[in-house]
């Protein structure tokens, strides 16, 4: 892979990305792929940078599993891009995700206070 | 459900490659003009906007390469890439890849066609239900000893009982005229049955009904017809049970037709009960087969019926069984073994040359792959991407060779011998074509892994280099190795096929004794077509066809000249002792010898005067005076033999008859009308081509016989030639193989040194810039191939010598140590690569070495 910065930069666990992908949807309603990797970096408040191309690979599989749908529309500035909504199956399959992150996110921070 | 579901689509998405590319080509653009549109209301240029929404995109290549890997399967689509790739190569390199192609679709053909006659001869179980439990019961007397022979009717009904078999039956085959209501007379081969063969095999008939106990035991005239007759007599027709038809001029009932290709034996074409004189003759001439019991093995049963034998012959003859289809295929297997041998290392060959191939186009390619690995191609990239060039290699010489396969089965089941079981049966079904498939990817593989690998080291080493490369160039032992086997293998098939071809020519050109060229023969088989005096029938019948443009003379007789076996006589010169063997006794009419081209010796021919009133003569052959009468003057001498009621006056002697070179035996000649025979051949010499009489003969015969089965009117060469199928099928085929391994190990031969002369090229180069000679430098390129070629003919010499005696049976007038032959194929094989050696060094000859040098 090319790399891509010269800035040190936090790496996304594995398996994040679907977790970020179908919440920012929840919350924001319909988004582009540009969309969605803005809300990212505004959220991230420049701690980590991601290319944003890098988002694809989630959205396909996303969208292949049924999680998310994508269409063609129209964005306010009248250019033409494809908005991705969050499926029925896609919010059961986030609650899960969260619920699992939760729990192993937990289990890593009770280990790193108890080390403390 | 989600992954599943996900699995699915990445699946479908390797399939059409195309369809999603344009939707993400949108989607990548719009994205980043979305980027673009941002920068710029932030108030960057035009050109930095674009720049930067790249950069923040992270490559818009780099991204659609993301999006195709999560989209699809990436190895699939790699390997779909491959292949494309490798088809584009392939058609830029044509003669490299029509040879190599060529090569393996000869080899993969070849196999499947042979393979499939050795699958469905050998392999395959024969078609009826738990084939292992069918064998065959021979017997063989111990006292005195003989060769393994028939049952009688009696030892028949002794053996069913043996407690180890649960159900047999035993036949004998016979020729007879089936004939009746719109039915052409013809011959077929009739099984008479004892016992329930239907039950034993397993199988009952497909249309109809098989013999009740009550039919078998008053041997009622009822039959069953074999499929194929079914077919082609009766044309398939399927309310045939009930038709009444002629066997041999008795009327018999058709109850049941066969099931196609389920008759046993395969060569029977109508089954009958046998006959209840048949049983009371109690002939040894019934072959039994019988059902095993599941519990019991083949060889209990044959001590059980070793035991049976002996007590009912008070030990004088013995039993034993053997599995139905080894005894089937015991004759053929070695051949058909043999033939394997043959198919598969001419497959060797090829693939060993499809290699050098690809091996050679490793030097040139060398610059390629070392860009690759330096453009970050992982060495596994590489490796996949040059073996699916020789996978698509391989597939388009599988393809293509399965077609070619297809026409040389037919080619190969025409030539065959008929002796072979099942040929019929054969053909390239599923079975054949995915074994056909399996042995093309390995061949791909085969010839693909050792060159991929070598050459895909150079996509990590830094070969971009050119010194790097020449210092990584080793010398092609391995390909060495390959052409000398190459050469090994093609000399021994190349000995081989020469052996065979002196053995056919022998044959060919074996006197036999008679002109058999312009003779055909007609069967005049009588029995149900005639029932008068048949001298005067054949008198007429002499008479009728001596009348038919182009015919020279014609003659009866009751055998063939090429039979040399008949009615067998004890015989006595007149007032002395019976002679010590007995003569064999050859009815014949007064034109036979003039007919059949037999010389007479000494003495008179036979004349019309010598008719039934007038006193008894015959002719004697060589044999009889040289083994029977010990030398002495023969004519004149009388002879009395018990079935010819008056001494015999010899009146002539005439030449041997030797068929295929089979020794003849003592004969005695006598005249039809002197004793009678009830059947025999029409013997007809042709002016010129024995073929264009056929129509008339058989006309005129029908007319004069209408009952009378003309089908077996033939050319008694063609008879001899017959006999000669199995070493001429064996030729043409060991020819075949010997003319393709010869020309692929030629091909590598010119392959290997002209890959020598590549790489060395430079080598060669500094040596001619320092003044060595042209010829020394072409004799530094043929010296490693002279003696890989002395190395390789001499491997082949004793492979020769090794595998000959293997050939034995199939050689007449040759032997498998023919030093002439030992000795042609590898000087020859010798001599032709030496020859490709130099086509190939001899662009050492033209080059200009400064040009070369300068090139580096």
């Not at chain 2, 790739?85 to 393996?104: D, E, I, N, Q």
Request: include cysteine.
């Amino acid at each position: 892979m090319p790399s891509s910065g010269d800035a040190p930069r936090v790496e996304l666990l594995p398996g994040t990305l679907d977790l970020i992908v179908l919440r920012t949807l929840t919350t924001m309603g319909p988004q582009h792929a540009y969309g969605i990797a803005a809300r990212l970096a505004q959220i991230a408040e420049q701690s980590f940078r991601l290319n944003q191309g890098t988002l694809y690979p989630a959205l396909v599989r996303l969208e292949q599993r049924g999680w998310i749908k994508g269409s063609w529309q129209t964005t306010e500035n009248n250019r033409e891009a494809r908005y991705y909504v969050i499926t029925k199956a896609g919010a059961r399959a986030l609650a899960d995700q969260i619920d699992r992150w939760q729990r192993s996110a937990g289990l890593v921070n009770r280990l790193l206070a108890d080390e403390a | 459900m989600g992954s599943l579901r996900r699995f699915l689509r990445r699946l479908v998405n390797v399939m059409r490659p195309g369809r999603d590319e344009a939707a993400l080509e949108r989607e990548v653009a719009s994205h980043v003009l979305l980027l673009e549109d941002d920068y710029r209301r932030r108030g960057l240029s035009a050109a930095e906007a674009r720049r930067s929404a790249r950069l923040a995109l992270g490559g818009i290549e780099q991204t659609k390469e993301l999006h195709r890997d999560a989209r699809a399967f990436r190895w699939l689509d790699d390997a779909r890439r491959d292949a494309t790739y490798a088809v584009r190569l392939l058609r830029h390199h044509p003669v490299v890849t029509v040879t190599a192609g060529l090569s393996l679709a000869i080899g993969i053909g070849i196999n499947a066609a042979v393979f499939s006659v050795f699958d469905w001869v050998l392999l395959r179980p024969l078609p009826y239900p738990a084939p292992h439990e069918l064998i065959r019961v021979f017997t063989a007397g111990t006292a005195p000893v003989t060769g393994p022979s028939a049952l009688t009717y009696d030892e028949f009904t002794t053996f069913r009982h043996a407690t180890a078999i649960r159900e047999a039956a035993a036949f004998t085959v016979a020729t007879r005229v089936i004939a009746g209501a719109g039915i052409d007379p013809a011959h077929v081969a009739v099984a008479r049955v004892a016992g329930d063969l239907f039950a034993t095999l397993g199988v009952s008939p497909d249309v109809g009904r098989g013999f009740t106990p009550a039919e078998m035991a008053a041997s009622a005239p009822v039959i069953v017809l074999g499929h194929d007759l079914w077919q082609r007599r009766f044309s398939g027709d399927r309310s045939i049970a009930g038709r009444s038809v002629l066997i041999d001029g008795a009327p018999h009932t058709v109850v049941g037709v066969m099931p196609s290709h389920r008759g046993y034996p395969s060569e029977a074409e109508v089954w009958r009960p046998l006959m209840a004189s048949e049983r009371e003759d109690n002939d040894r001439e019934l072959s039994m087969i019988g059902r095993l019991r599941s519990e019991t093995t083949v060889e209990r049963a044959g001590r059980e019926f070793a035991t049976l034998a002996q007590v009912a012959a008070h030990g004088a003859r013995t039993a034993w069984a053997d599995d139905a289809q080894r005894t089937d295929i015991a004759n053929v297997s070695a051949a058909l073994q043999a033939l394997f041998a043959a198919a598969m290392l001419t497959l060797l060959i090829a693939c060993a040359n499809v290699a050098a191939l690809v091996g050679a186009r490793g030097v040139d390619r060398a610059g390629e792959i070392a860009v690759r690995g330096a453009l970050g191609a992982t060495r596994a990239r590489v490796l996949g991407q040059l073996i699916s060039e020789s996978l698509v290699l391989a597939l388009a010489g599988g393809a293509l060779g399965l077609l070619f396969g297809r026409w040389a089965l037919t080619v190969l089941v025409a030539m065959a011998p008929v002796s072979i079981p099942r040929l019929a049966e054969i053909s390239l079904d599923s079975r054949i074509l995915g074994v056909g498939m399996g042995a093309t990817l390995l061949t791909g593989l085969a010839v693909g892994l050792a060159p991929a690998l070598r050459l895909s080291r150079l996509a990590e080493a830094s070969a971009l280099n050119r010194v790097g490369w020449h210092r990584t160039t080793r010398r092609p032992n391995g390909r060495r190795a390959l052409v000398l086997g190459q050469i090994a293998i093609a000399v021994v098939l190349t000995t081989g096929a020469v052996l065979l071809t002196r053995s056919l020519k022998h044959l060919v050109t074996l006197d036999n004794g008679f002109a058999a060229d312009q003779l055909v023969a007609v069967d005049l088989y009588l029995r149900g077509a005639f029932n008068g005096d048949a001298r005067q029938l054949f008198r007429e019948l002499v008479a009728t066809s001596e009348a038919i443009p182009g015919v020279q003379t014609v003659a009866v007789s009751m055998r063939l000249p090429t039979q040399v076996t008949g009615l067998r006589a004890p015989v006595r010169v007149l007032g002395e002792r019976e002679l010590n063997s007995p003569a064999t006794l050859r009815p014949v009419s007064p034109t036979y010898f003039d007919t059949a081209g037999i010389p007479i010796t000494a003495g008179r021919r036979f004349s019309n005067t010598d008719t039934e009133r007038a006193p008894r003569v015959g002719i004697v052959n060589r044999t009889f005076v040289r083994d029977l009468l010990g030398g002495r003057q023969p004519l004149g001498a009388r002879l009395t033999t018990p079935l010819i009621n008056d001494a015999v006056s010899i009146v002539g002697v005439v030449g041997d008859v030797t068929p295929r070179g089979e020794p003849d035996r003592p004969a005695l000649y006598v005249p039809v009308d002197q004793l009678s025979i009830g059947s025999g051949y029409l013997i007809v010499r042709a002016q010129h081509d024995p073929r264009s009489i056929i129509p008339a003969l058989t006309t005129r015969l029908r007319t004069a016989v209408p009952g009378l089965a003309v089908d077996r009117m033939r050319r008694v060469a063609e008879e001899l030639e017959e006999s000669r199928a199995v070493t001429r099928f064996s030729t043409q085929v060991a020819a075949t193989f010997a003319g393709l391994a010869l020309l692929l190990s030629m091909i590598g031969v010119y392959g290997l040194t002209s890959a020598d002369v590549s790489t060395r090229w430079r080598e060669l180069a500094v040596r001619l810039a320092l003044g060595a000679s042209r010829r020394e430098a072409v004799w530094t390129v043929m010296r490693p191939c002279a003696a890989i070629l002395g190395a390789g003919s001499a491997l082949g010499f004793l492979g020769a010598v090794s595998v000959g005696p293997a050939l034995t049976s199939l050689l007449h007038g040759v032997g498998p140590a023919d030093w002439f032959t030992l000795t042609i194929a590898p000087v020859l094989l010798g001599a032709i690569g030496m020859l490709a050696a130099v086509l190939a060094a001899t662009r050492v000859l033209r080059a200009d070495p400064a040009a070369t040098l300068r090139s580096e």
